[in-house]
């Protein structure tokens, strides 16, 4: 059963940093590209950043280029998603989320529970 687990989530002011993990199990984590797409409050998912299955390849979503970082842990099957500079506008749920194939281009087709964001002073 594929499993996809967020955790890092929380409570952090304008300005600082949060470091989402996803621990995935289930399937082979290093045939599938992966990444994290957000909800916030009242809003659509956004897709924010994705990552090709050995880590070589990175794409972001304008609104948080330069701000986070997508990175993976093959050997420990986890991906990371390194957040700083946040904003109140990032206060939403994240998704770790898996790919049916290598690319980013490649379908969605499991996606963890989230986790929380909340960006607040």
């Known amino acids: 059963e594929v499993q996809l687990v967020e955790s890092g989530g929380g409570l952090v002011q304008p300005g600082g940093s949060l470091r989402l993990s996803c621990a995935a199990s289930?399937?082979?984590?290093?045939?599938?590209?992966m990444s994290w797409v957000r909800q916030a409050p009242g809003k659509g998912l956004e897709w924010l950043s994705g990552?090709?299955?050995?880590?070589?390849?990175?794409n972001y979503a304008d609104s948080v280029k330069g701000r986070f970082t997508i990175s993976r842990d093959n050997a420990k099957n986890t991906l990371i998603l390194q957040m700083n500079s946040l904003k109140s506008e990032d206060t939403a749920v994240y998704y770790c989320?898996?790919?049916?194939?290598?690319?980013?281009?490649?379908?969605?087709?499991?996606w963890g529970k989230g986790s929380l964001v909340t960006v607040s002073s």
């Open positions: 989320v898996k790919h049916d194939g290598l690319s980013t281009q490649n379908g969605m087709d499991y």
């Open positions: 990552i090709n299955m050995v880590g070589t390849y990175t």
């Open positions: 289930g399937f082979t984590f290093s045939d599938n590209a």
